[in-house]
């Protein structure tokens, strides 16, 4: 062996420090997804890689380049072409659907330079930095396990880092802190072990790989003593896998453990039957790694459990991410050839999504349909390159007990990654090149040096010039989607012209030429505008709707801009299709209230009769549409007839007949809901309100009394009943009624409906203010336009007309602008009672100067000034 050999240049030990800062900082920089790491990922890598290779020449060895550099160097190189702008029938050939995109959303609007085949090219700038930032730690780490006592500390590195992050989490635990070391809440995630991983996912990922590096590290130590630290190290990684909760990380946490088993065993067999087992040296230590699991498994036992019934059906696993995989295969088919660029994926994605989901796809969550749709075939050639290259490792002769132990772990993540994105983030990948590249070593013997390249100065420099090239990357990378959208939409809001917004809302979509939200956020500057902007605001929201057909948003502005242009029927299809996109407010909130005729509701129902039934409700509930929902009511039930809400539709009719006063027609639809539902309680509710419509009310109320026997606790019948004891007089009996219905209302509006029952009670009894401030609470809990007229109408009764005069205001505004003549009239008499009460009252003070001055006296000093603060 020569000299230089020996012992490791400092160099060499340099480069061993890059690499373990490198795997410690990736974890704490919020498990990879920090912005700033991609800086100190670079340079940390390039610094590695320059520094091995002077290593390597001052002691006179070679640099091994193993098969599972192709894949990052091919990929990186696939990031580059994919960033190259291209003449407009180039990019035709290569990716149909990114010249589609330039031709139909951004020409039209003056961006008609040329395109390159990436849908997000910034995200593609940084995946390169990231790619070469890989390759350059992936050899350096190759070149470092030269070194037993190098190998042995990076892959310690890896372990320790991971019982550290449990650590944290279990303090966390301890102290009941739910924020990141007090500072930081997490917004979309609630992990159950509080690290800087925010996705439990990821974090068993890695926990898992570092606990298997761990065991594998515990073995080689033919010391008990020594091997302790690792193996307890092991274990609290492992017990950080299992109180992570992530179902995936501990079932492919499990593989890793029986694949390194089955890897020493036919180790073992390979090396002769005499040999004895590797485990049996270090028991005492692999004892107490499986009493933590057990107990950190007990510790989580009732959070398991939960876990597991949320997939204990094939149904359920249906309904899983396996579920996406299909449309996420489509989404690859569209770019077979060069993909839809690295990283761009979640800009992209959207455009291809064929079912509703209130959340953001960042990623495939499955690493071949990510190499798929990003790189296209020859991403899946890479993926095939780089299974090859590891099934090359794992049969290499000479392996160690600690690099089965990475190979499992490696393997065990890698498949952990087809139903998650671990690899994806630095804190993962880093990990595993670092433990791929301890395998990857190497040899002494001359046969395998076939891979090598001399340190010469070329070499060096071109450690430097990747470098400078992954840091130039990062300056066109550092412009993100999700910047760029929060920048637009703040701009929105601080009330900038429709103009600066489109200005520079076109930067933005130049920028990031796929995000639909960008093109939406400017549509809606311009649809603000009413009919003067509307025609832009349609141009610019079909382009939207190009790239996210199922954005409810996107269809709401393009509603509001066909109706502002006077194309009714298509603004109420798109508030249709924003209802079916998902949007559970849109129909009822801001469609139903501009729907004027029959034609209008048609097209805005959808093919669910209970939303039918929801739309006529709330026609019911609305002054002044009575008509409109009885020609509706008629459609609905012959649109809905024989289908199974069709009693529901019947029962609307009965009662909408009964406050229009038709009780022939409302006992004839009546017969039609107890011919469909006989046996179903509203049907028995619905007989109780046609008697009394019809003055039988001893009949209905002795009706409601024997259902209520039956049907205890039931709040829908609870409610009549005590109304109709109001009705009849009764007060005592419906507060009694209302009083045991009070524990059997689960929501605001049930909780509501309660105080304003109460209220009519105390209006019975003469309380006044007791029933205002109920009625009060009632509109705060289900603001309306009668819960605010019954506020009204008690601050009226208690002489109160200025206040009423408010409520009545605050009533009209959820009115049609067409049914607010009565309000207004209202609020005039109001406004005139309380002028006159006011004159009133000052001519008494002018004529009694003994009144005023004890007025005076009786309101304080500064209470003039304290009213007009008020007014």
């Known amino acids: 062996m020569p000299l230089a050999s020996r012992s490791a240049s400092r160099f060499t030990l340099f480069a061993e420090a890059a690499l373990v800062a490198l795997v410690v900082v990736c974890p704490l920089a919020l498990g990879g997804a920090a912005g700033w790491l991609l800086v100190p990922l670079v340079l940390l890598s390039g610094a590695a890689a320059v520094l091995a290779a002077i290593g390597a020449k001052r002691q006179g060895q070679s640099l091994r380049v193993p098969l599972l550099a192709v894949p990052l160097a091919a990929g990186a190189g696939l990031c580059a072409v994919q960033l190259v702008p291209l003449p407009d029938g180039v990019l035709r050939l290569l990716s149909p659907e990114a010249a589609a995109l330039r031709e139909f959303a951004l020409v039209p609007l003056g961006l ?82 509080v690290t800087p991983f925010g996705n439990p996912n990821h974090l068993a990922g890695f926990l898992a790989l570092a606990s298997t590096l761990g065991v594998g590290l515990a073995l080689t130590r033919a010391k008990q003593s020594r091997a302790l630290p690792y193996a307890v190290a092991a274990g609290v990684s492992g017990l950080g896998v299992v109180l992570s909760l992530s179902r995936g990380g501990i079932a492919f946490f499990a593989f890793g453990q029986a694949l390194l088993a089955l890897l020493l065993l036919r180790k073992r067999h390979a090396s002769g039957e005499g040999a004895p087992p590797v485990w049996t040296r270090s028991a005492v230590a692999l004892l107490g790694l499986l009493g933590v699991l057990m107990v950190g498994a007990y510790a989580a036992v009732d959070g398991l459990w939960a876990e597991a019934r949320t997939a204990d059906s094939v149904e359920k696993l249906r309904q899983s991410k396996v579920a996406l995989w299909p449309m996420l295969a489509d989404s690859a088919r569209a770019f077979p050839l060069l993909g839809m660029g690295r990283g761009a994926f979640e800009a992209a994605f959207p455009r291809y999504q064929t079912e509703p989901n209130p959340n953001t796809f960042t990623h495939p969550e499955n690493a071949v349909l990510q190499a798929a749709a990003e790189l296209g075939a020859l991403g899946l050639v890479l993926l095939v390159v780089a299974v090859w290259g590891f099934l090359r490792l794992l049969r290499r002769e000479g392996l160690e007990t600690v690099d089965l132990a990475a190979l499992a772990g490696v393997a065990a993540l890698a498949l952990h990654d087809l139903f998650d994105f671990s690899l994806e983030l630095p804190a993962c990948a880093v990990a595993v090149l670092v433990a791929l590249g301890a395998v990857a070593r190497p040899r002494e013997r001359a046969a395998e040096k076939a891979w090598c390249a001399r340190p010469s100065a070329a070499v060096l420099g071109m450690g430097l010039a990747l470098t400078a090239v992954a840091l130039v990357a990062l300056v066109p990378g550092r412009h ?187 006992e004839a639809a009546l017969a039609q809901v107890e011919r469909l539902a006989p046996d179903v309680l509203d049907t028995h509710l619905l007989r109780a309100e046609v008697l009394r419509a019809q003055g039988k009310r001893e009949e209905a109320l002795h009706a409601l009394e024997r259902l209520l026997a039956r049907f205890p606790g039931n709040v829908a019948l609870s409610f009549q009943l005590a109304a109709q004891q109001l009705d009849a007089g009764l007060t005592r009996r419906a507060k009694a009624t209302l009083k045991a219905l009070a524990p059997f209302i689960t929501d605001y509006a049930q909780r509501a409906r309660l105080l304003a029952m109460e209220a009519a009670c105390l209006e019975r009894e003469g309380l006044l203010s007791h029933a205002l401030e109920r009625r009060q609470s009632a509109a705060r809990l289900a603001p309306g336009a009668e819960a605010f007229f019954a506020v009204a109408r008690t601050q009226e009764a208690l002489r109160r007309y200025d206040a009423a005069a408010r409520s009545v205001h605050e009533g009209m505004r959820h009115l049609p602008v067409g049914a607010r003549a009565q309000a207004r009239a209202w609020v005039s008499r109001l406004e005139g009672a ?34 007009r603060d008020a007014d």
């Open 480 to 666: 993100r989607l999700g910047d760029a959208e929060e920048e637009l939409a703040r701009l929105i809001t601080s009330g900038a012209s429709a103009q600066d917004v489109h200005t520079r809302g076109l930067a933005l979509v130049d920028r990031h030429p796929s995000d639909y939200l960008l093109y939406r956020l400017v549509a809606s500057a311009h649809a603000a505008r009413g009919r003067e902007g509307a025609g832009e605001a349609l141009a610019l929201v079909n382009r939207a709707l190009y790239l996210a057909p199922l954005d409810a948003s996107s269809h709401r502005v393009a509603a509001r801009a066909l109706l502002a242009l006077g194309r009714s029927a298509q603004g109420f299809l798109e508030y249709r299709l924003a209802h079916e996109a998902g949007d559970a407010t849109v129909l009822l909130g801001e469609a139903l209230p501009q729907a004027e005729t029959l034609a209008s509701l048609t097209v805005l129902t959808p093919r669910s009769p209970a939303t039918a039934v929801r739309l006529l409700d709330a026609l019911a509930n609305t002054p002044g549409r009575l008509a409109l929902a009885l020609e509706y009511s008629g459609w609905a039930r012959e649109h809905f007839a024989g289908q199974p809400e069709a009693a529901a539709l019947w029962a609307r009719e009965a009662r909408l007949r009964i406050l229009q006063g038709d009780l022939e027609t409302a």
């Open 112 to 193: 008609e330079r040329a395109r390159p085949v990436s849908l997000d090219p910034s995200a593609t700038w940084r995946e390169l930095a990231k790619h070469l930032a890989y390759l350059l730690a992936f050899l350096s780490a190759v070149q470092v396990s030269r070194s037993r006592g190098s190998r042995e500390r990076l892959l310690a590195a890896v372990v320790f880092t991971g019982a550290g992050l449990t650590v944290v989490g279990l303090g966390h635990a301890l102290l009941g802190v739910k924020s990141l070391f007090g500072l930081m809440y997490w917004m979309h995630a609630r992990p159950t072990l």
């Open 834 to 867: 309380e002028r006159e009460r006011v004159d009133s009252r000052r001519k008494v003070l002018s004529d009694d100067p003994r009144a005023a001055e004890l007025e005076y006296l009786l309101r304080g000093p500064d209470a003039d000034g304290e009213a």
